[in-house]
């Protein structure tokens, strides 16, 4: 047993989600959303790398001496998985520990909207899901590929840095690619992807252009492609797909995602105040033909307004959601007050609205 998993023993019984060792600090968990120290000794550079080498595979210890960053996945037999970051700051090495439960929560276990179940069923296109780092995108996605899992007989493939979730084969095959351990680059999975026979395509995330131009013409090829993008908004998540194209290829751009496009989820993680935990809020767009249409023409602008209008689709602003929390007494008001996009409709919930300095 290597030290440090008494530190992950640790923090799986009290339910924590992160664990952050850096030198010249005591190691820190982040349970329930806050950071909290754990009475232990400051930490020193040599020791900590001693700590962490104790786990790493040599090719990484070399990636990380070279670089002063690294990424990788562990796992404690029995406990669960962690996906892994060391990287260099001023006092010394640092490294942030994420856990992912080794049982996969269902759609019903996480309260999504039910059409997460259609977009599981989808024949083809393209899916996304955004939100901030620690949203809990891959919770959802791991959910949504488990019901596909077991609802279809297709071939599931997943491209990930590092791979989280795993899923066992139920009625699907899956197979599941880490990139620096089976492939070199999301790049090039995608580009061999394509001559795999899959059904279903996961890319852990469109980093680049090449990326996102190689998951679009999955999906327009027909393949099912889901990924994920650190956006906070529907609107802003095509904005953003966009925008990485040089001016001259944005047109054809737009073009190619309105025809590929089947929905986008973005979600905002929210500290329960019921009971320990956290639960998400989302905001679900469905790629109808107005979107489309929109998405063709450059009026992103105008899609929170169909949005707005499109809940017969299965569409859900992101307000919509957070009121559903807060009137079932599920989130903090000042929280839902803070995180929410039109922050007049929670103003009446606060017993002081609070003013934003950014609006003065």
Known sequence: MAQIDAFFKMMHELGASDLHLSTGSQPIIRLHGDLQRIKYKTL?????????????????????????????????PNLARYRVNFFMQRRGAAAVF???????????????????KRMALLPKGLVLVTGP?????????????D??????????LTIEDPIEFVHEP???????????????????????????????????????LETIELALEAAETGHLVFGTLHTISASKTIDRIIEVFPGEM?????????????????????KRIDKPGRVAALEVLIATPAVRNLIRENKNFQINSV?????????????????????????????????????????DFLSEPPQDFTEV
């Not at 780092?133 to 590929?145: D, V």
């Open 250 to 270: 944005q047109g054809q751009i737009r073009s190619s995602l309105s025809e590929s496009l089947r929905a986008i989820i973005a979600q905002t993680l929210f």
């Open 44 to 76: 020193e550079h040599e020791e900590l790398k001693k700590m962490l080498y104790e786990i790493t595979p040599e090719n990484k210890v070399k990636s990380f001496e070279e670089t002063g960053d690294v990424d990788f996945s562990y796992e404690v």
């Open 307 to 347: 949005i707005e209008t499109g809940k017969k689709y299965g569409m859900q602003p992101l307000d919509d959601a957070i009121m559903k929390h807060l009137q079932k007494k599920i989130i903090d008001s000042e929280d839902a007050y803070n995180k929410a996009v039109n922050k007049s409709k929670f103003k």
């Open 98 to 116: 994420r856990e992912i439960p080794q049982k996969i929560l269902s759609i019903e276990d996480l309260g999504l909207p039910s059409i997460m």
């Open 147 to 156: 019901y596909a899992n077991k609802t279809r007989k297709d071939h599931i």
């Open 133 to 145: 780092t620690g949203s809990g995108k891959s919770t959802t996605l791991a959910a949504i590929i």
């Open 170 to 208: 139920v009625h699907c095959l899956i197979n599941q690619r880490e990139v620096g351990r089976d492939t070199s680059s999301f790049k090039a999975a995608l580009r061999g992807a394509l001559r795999e026979d899959p059904d279903i395509i996961l890319v852990g995330e469109l980093r680049d």
